[in-house]
């Protein structure tokens, strides 16, 4: 797409985003305030002394089912912004404004809070645990697990290497984590947000429970395994969690279930925190190609030391051989940002 159309598409948009915000009878300015790497934009919108979020949600994205979402999640006792209104078919969400502070906000200013905040996101999980699956949420398969490590193959490869994947190489690499994820072990199932991390979770009120931080970026949810939200927030891609957060975490997360059920859990959370891990290095080097923008490139050293942990595993043992064919600096690697 040209810059010129870009520009012109971009401005109809706005055109459509303020049209939708008169038909809310409201009149005020709204700025930018978020964007992702997904076609998401969040804009901020005063008026008259109030203040409220505007999701622009434009195809492919989903936003119907994060409005839906949003009313189950409340229901479950977790505090998701409210919905205010929708236009379901331009793509936009007015929702209640949860303010500025993020988890990440408080954590930057010192780890005085950390295991406070890690502790209540845990508990806010404990809260899913059980819940009736929703009627329109897809499983997370083998396929979309499979999937989602392709994308490390398709661009980290590129990225690094600067040409495609070869073929065999592949389909080699596919078949070892198709392997992995068809003998996951099994686990009680729930509804996993799959972006559940402190760059997502608000503090919207004091004293802080699991009903005053607020939880976002959700409309992508699936139905799988207890584990996978747990090692999304405590293996952030974007920060290093203390040993000692990680410890007792854990074990506030492994006491939620009867102890012959510990070994299955922790074998199924290294499997998907691998491949978790895979796909956001797929991810990060896909926006650098693509937008020619590589600062998500920093965390990837992050990335690389939390899969040489659990390659350590024998559980991953022809897997760590692949990579120790494929990529064997890769963890030496300088990938500060550009």
């Keep these: 797409m040209s810059e010129n159309h870009s520009t012109t598409e971009r401005n109809e948009r706005t055109i459509a985003l303020e049209s939708f915000i008169a038909r809310q009878n409201l009149i005020g300015d709204f700025t930018l305030c978020a964007k992702d790497m997904s076609h998401r934009h969040y804009y901020r919108l005063t008026s008259l002394n109030n203040s409220y979020i505007i999701m622009d949600a434009p195809p492919p994205e989903k936003p119907a089912q994060f409005v839906v979402l949003s009313e189950f999640l409340i229901r479950q006792g977790l505090r998701a912004p409210n919905v205010l209104a929708f236009d379901e078919r331009n793509g936009f969400v007015l929702l209640e404004d949860f303010g500025n502070i993020t988890f990440t906000t408080i954590l930057n200013t010192g780890n005085e809070r950390e295991l406070e905040l890690y502790s209540i996101a845990t508990q806010a999980l404990e809260t899913l645990k059980g819940c009736t699956r929703p009627s329109f949420i897809e499983d997370y398969s083998v396929a979309k697990l499979v999937a989602e490590v392709s994308i490390f193959i398709d661009w980290y490869w590129l990225y690094e290497k600067g040409s495609k994947a070869p073929a065999l190489i592949k389909q080699s690499f596919l078949a070892l984590w198709t392997d992995l994820f068809e003998e996951l072990p099994e686990t009680p199932k729930t509804l996993i947000l799959r972006d559940f991390h402190v760059d997502n979770i608000m503090i919207v009120d004091e004293p802080l429970s699991q009903r005053t931080c607020g939880i976002l970026d959700f409309q992508d949810a699936l139905w799988g395994s207890v584990v996978y939200d747990f090692v999304s927030l405590l293996e952030d891609a974007r920060r290093d969690v203390s040993m000692e957060v990680v410890h007792k975490c854990s074990q506030q997360f492994l006491s939620m279930y009867p102890k012959e059920m510990h070994p299955a859990l922790e074998t199924t959370a290294k499997i998907l925190a691998a491949g978790r891990h895979l796909k956001i290095m797929g991810v990060f080097t ?53």
Excluded at 300 to 319: E, I, M
């Design 286 to 338: 896909r926006y650098a190609i693509r937008e020619e923008n590589s600062s998500k490139c920093v965390h990837l050293p992050r990335l690389w030391r939390y899969l040489d942990q659990h390659f350590k595993d024998p559980l991953f043992a022809p897997l760590a051989e692949w990579f120790r064919m494929n990529f064997p600096a890769s963890t030496q690697r300088d990938y500060a940002a550009a």
